[in-house]
């Protein structure tokens, strides 16, 4: 079973809202990931934790907040986004960082208003 | 010059017909290539690694040149469904994915 989940599937928040991003993967991955997709572009990556320890940061504005509160979950808390952070969010998980293929789960799409 | 670069199409073809994509990527130093595919407001799926022997899954097939630094894909008996667009992506010395900008493909009753 190579299955990611996430929720919510849809969210519409407002510019001084705080909000959070949930992502599950139940297959023993070690490595999770963010990534954020524009229309019509690749995905862009944000952050990776390895073995819950966050490994890579890919300059991202503090107004997003990655947590790994154990080897399953991986949260994206959002804090006084602006609307061009509008996308849709993808996270990743694969057996470890590096060398592996990448599940995705199936995203949020977020919309700043 | 981008980092992994595809033709983005679109590529046109009826049903049954072969297709082939390429792409090249800059960095001699990559470690590991993949082909995704993402349908319309959905998530990339992993379609097959790559490797330096070649590979094949059914109607796919994909290939590796690390000397010109070059991979391809090859799609047999094209079918409707097969209709989406396909990520060319490259895994460098960092452990992070590079995705090319992908290329669409429709593929026509």
């Known amino acids: 079973d190579t299955e990611v989940t996430q929720t919510p599937k849809h969210l519409v928040m407002g510019m001084t809202n705080k909000k959070s991003l949930k992502c599950e993967q139940h297959m023993g991955h070690r490595a999770m990931y963010w990534y954020k997709q524009k229309a019509k572009k690749p995905p862009e990556l944000m952050f990776v934790?390895?073995?819950?320890?966050?490994?890579i940061n890919e300059s991202v504005p503090s107004r997003f907040s990655p947590e790994c509160p154990n080897s399953s979950l991986l949260n994206l808390h959002l804090h006084a986004l602006q609307p061009e952070d509008s996308a849709l969010y993808l996270c990743a998980s694969s057996t470890s960082q590096g060398g592996d293929e990448q599940y995705f789960g199936p995203g949020t799409r977020l919309t700043v208003t | 010059r981008k980092e992994v670069e595809q033709d983005p199409g679109p590529f046109n073809v009826p049903e049954g017909a072969t297709v082939a994509f390429n792409c090249t990527y800059s960095n001699s130093a990559s470690q590991s290539f993949f082909w995704y595919r993402q349908d319309c407001r959905k998530e990339p799926k992993l379609l097959m690694s790559v490797y330096s022997s070649g590979n094949e899954d059914g109607r796919f097939t994909a290939q590796l040149n690390r000397a010109s630094q070059y991979i391809s894909l090859l799609i047999r008996d094209s079918k409707l469904s097969d209709s989406a667009t396909y990520l060319c992506v490259v895994m460098d010395s960092s452990y992070k994915l590079i995705f090319g900008s992908g290329t669409r493909l429709l593929v026509r009753p």
């Open positions: 934790y390895s073995y819950e320890k966050l490994s």
